[in-house]
């Protein structure tokens, strides 16, 4: 009987003296920030893999973490609208993907760190002094290093040698592409193929700009990153693959949907790097003190089952250099 008193009055001190800790553990604070996108919401197993790097760093939605997410879902007039709904809210960092949606961040606060997870020249397009010193409440990935355009397009010339005509669709709307295209063509013409660019503005008219590309000539399509063409990117690779028109693009998905060649900054690695400034940033580093990271890991993709439907034939060289290949 005693021992039986001793042993509840020693489980009751150490529930009393657990108690006690719990309640002197400081509740741990939970920080808000934003996210803007140009695009559609993710599926939920995106996102779970999309913030894999920031749970690694010790931040977790739901947890000590709360974020605001906004999309536009393909309509870019949106982003400023959305930016300022955002900055009402009052979030520490805002977390932009691309250009368009950074640009509206930016003219909706001065104060509030902004962290762009892609930009395609930060510098042009005003949204940092310089990539080595941001200089004012933005910084982020950029996209694009030197040379990126001219290595995609040799590897199209690599795939489809005979290919001396390259249409390419261009959304006028892209701040990057307006600001890029000169250089653009020169890429081109370094490579001795002549571009045939066709302007699209909305979703209804993707197939007979694909259509007009080939009726012009056109041996390949190259389909770079937009949102517009991201979200009808289904329409568009249907439409390629009806004119028998062998496709570079900007990213698994498009390959998914039935391009044959994609050549793309690792998203992996860019979004590990993109957490890392978010972290710094949530423990007070300022975005103008934290240099604008550009891509240093490419990752090369070839569709097997697209090459085939066309009648490709893929070279081993190129078959061995793939990081992925899709059968």
């Given at each position: 009987m005693m021992e039986r008193r001793r042993f509840i009055g020693a489980v009751a001190c150490a529930l009393l003296a657990t108690g006690s800790a719990a309640r002197a553990q400081p509740k741990q604070r939970v920080r808000?920030?934003?996210?803007?996108?140009?695009?559609?919401?993710?599926?939920?197993?995106?996102?779970?893999?999309?913030?894999?790097?920031?749970?690694?760093?010790?931040?977790?939605?739901?947890?000590?973490?709360?974020?605001?997410?906004?999309?536009?879902?393909?309509?870019?007039e949106l982003l400023p609208s959305l930016a300022e709904e955002l900055v009402r809210l009052k979030p520490e960092i805002i977390v932009t993907q691309g250009s368009d949606a950074t640009l509206a961040a930016k003219?909706?606060?001065?104060?509030?760190?902004?962290?762009?997870?892609?930009?395609?020249?930060?510098?042009?397009?005003?949204?940092?002094?310089?990539?080595?010193?941001?200089?004012?409440?933005?910084?982020?990935?950029?996209?694009?290093?030197?040379?990126?355009?001219?290595?995609?397009?040799?590897?199209?010339?690599?795939?489809?040698?005979?290919?001396?005509?390259?249409?390419?669709?261009?959304?006028?709307?892209?701040?990057?592409?307006r600001k890029s295209q000169l250089e653009y063509e020169q890429a081109y013409r370094s490579l001795g193929l002549s571009p045939i660019f066709v302007d699209v503005t909305a979703a209804g008219e993707l197939e007979n700009a694909v259509q007009d590309i080939a009726r012009r000539g056109a041996q390949a399509l190259v389909v770079r990153s937009d949102v517009l063409f991201?979200?009808?990117?289904?329409?568009?690779?249907?439409?390629?693959?009806?004119?028998?028109?062998?496709?570079?693009?900007?990213?698994?998905?498009?390959?998914?949907?039935?391009?044959l060649l994609s050549y793309t900054p690792d998203l992996?690695?860019?979004?590990?790097?993109?957490?890392?400034?978010?972290?710094?940033v949530l423990r007070g580093a300022k975005p103008a003190d934290l240099p604008v990271e550009q891509p240093s890991k490419f990752v090369l993709e070839i569709n097997l089952k697209t090459a085939k439907a066309l009648g490709v034939s893929v070279p081993q060289p190129l078959l061995l250099r793939a990081d992925e290949v899709i059968q």
């Open positions: 808000q920030i934003a996210f803007l996108s140009p695009g559609e919401p993710y599926p939920p197993e995106q996102v779970r893999e999309f913030w894999a790097p920031a749970r690694e760093l010790g931040w977790i939605e739901g947890q000590n973490l709360l974020v605001h997410y906004r999309y536009a879902s393909g309509r870019l003219a909706a606060t001065s104060s509030i760190p902004i962290i762009f997870q892609s930009s395609g020249d930060p510098v042009g397009l005003g949204l940092v002094a310089s990539l080595a010193r941001p200089g004012g409440n933005i910084t982020g990935l950029s996209v694009v290093s030197q040379g990126i355009d001219a290595k995609r397009l040799s590897l199209l010339r690599e795939l489809v040698p005979g290919a001396q005509r390259v249409g390419e669709l261009i959304n006028p709307g892209n701040a990057f592409v991201y979200v009808n990117r289904d329409a568009i690779m249907r439409a390629a693959l009806k004119h028998s028109l062998p496709t570079l693009v900007g990213g698994r998905p498009y390959l998914e949907a039935g391009a992996m690695e860019q979004n590990r790097r993109l957490f890392g400034l978010l972290d710094k």
